[in-house]
């Protein structure tokens, strides 16, 4: 509440606590009522005939568990940070708590990382115990992106296919994993489509997909011409200095049908890689990096 910049929502969080504490007790208030008149009281709705469905009150153990969640609430708005900018009367505040944790955790096993950072990357790639670290930080803060199985999705590259865009030696790695990386496809809706849909029908040719010959060969002339082998190369393998692919090797990051081809031309394509020295440290990077390097080199624990 403390980054709020005004008492607007400091009072919109307090009414809002409120409203919703009361309107429980309402609604508990109100299935406690017992019909005043001898004759039971039912919903009106009827199945075979005589079979009613009756309107009585819940169980009272149940209505004395609903009870008591109100009057818990009730006790914790008093003593928590619960109503608005109040810090409630015990004073506790959230602020620092998992720096703390976070920080008792880091000198916990700093013995065990400091050990992985001393080691040459490629000799922690063969390491079980390190891999095995490795592999719980990438489940921990990779897999959302590039999957559980290290394989990727669309737009999010496959990290155990032996394919780089920014490089697989280990200082590559280590690099793109410590700064980040950010892709940049241009657009090149300026070309025209006949002229995307002959490149598109190229590219596909190189992989050894289905295309149309004619507009493989004027394609192969625009690559040359429009500025395509300036950062694919004039072999289409690619550049890792730039991070462009390589467009010959069947391996597609937004697929390779002649539609989401002419697409990525048309429209091109943007992707980042977050940088995580920062967040992690060189420590975590390194048994990171060395998880990476594994899953390339077949030194993964199985």
């Known amino acids: 509440m403390s980054d709020f910049v005004n008492q607007f929502w400091n009072w919109y969080v307090i009414l809002l606590t409120a409203v919703s504490i009361i309107a429980c007790s309402v609604v508990l208030w109100s299935q406690n009522i017992t019909p005043v008149s001898g004759k039971a009281d039912t919903t009106g709705h009827v199945w075979d005939e005589t079979l009613e469905e009756y309107n009585n009150p819940l169980p ?85 992106c590039h999957g559980a199985d290290a394989r990727g999705g669309k737009g999010f590259p496959n990290l155990a296919d032996n394919d780089w865009q920014w490089g697989g030696e280990p200082a590559e790695i280590v690099e793109t994993i410590s700064n980040g990386r950010m892709g940049v496809m241009p657009a090149h809706a ?70 989401t081809i002419i697409e990525t031309i048309t429209k091109g394509r943007n992707n980042q890689m977050p940088a995580w020295q920062q967040f992690l440290g060189d420590a975590k990077v390194h048994v990171l990096s060395a998880y990476v390097l594994s899953l390339n080199k077949g030194t993964e624990s199985k």
């Open 60 to 144: 009272k153990w149940w209505m004395w568990l609903f009870h008591i969640t109100v009057v818990f609430s009730l006790v914790y708005c008093v003593l928590y940070p619960t109503l608005g900018s109040f810090q409630g009367v015990l004073g506790w505040s959230s602020d620092g708590q998992y720096a703390k944790e976070v920080a008792k955790a880091d000198a916990e096993t700093k013995p065990l990382y400091d050990k992985y950072l001393a080691m040459d990357l490629s000799a922690l790639a063969a390491d079980k115990e390190g891999v095995e670290t490795g592999k719980r930080l990438y489940l921990t803060y990779c897999m959302q």
């Open 190 to 259: 300026q070309l025209g489509a006949e002229t995307i849909k002959d490149l598109a029908n190229y590219v596909r040719s190189l992989s050894g997909l289905p295309a149309d010959s004619l507009r493989a060969a004027k394609g192969q002339e625009a690559f040359n011409s429009v500025g395509c082998s300036g950062c694919h190369g004039p072999d289409a393998k690619g550049m890792h200095a730039l991070g462009a692919p390589n467009l010959t090797d069947s391996i597609w990051l937004y697929g390779g049908s002649e539609p």
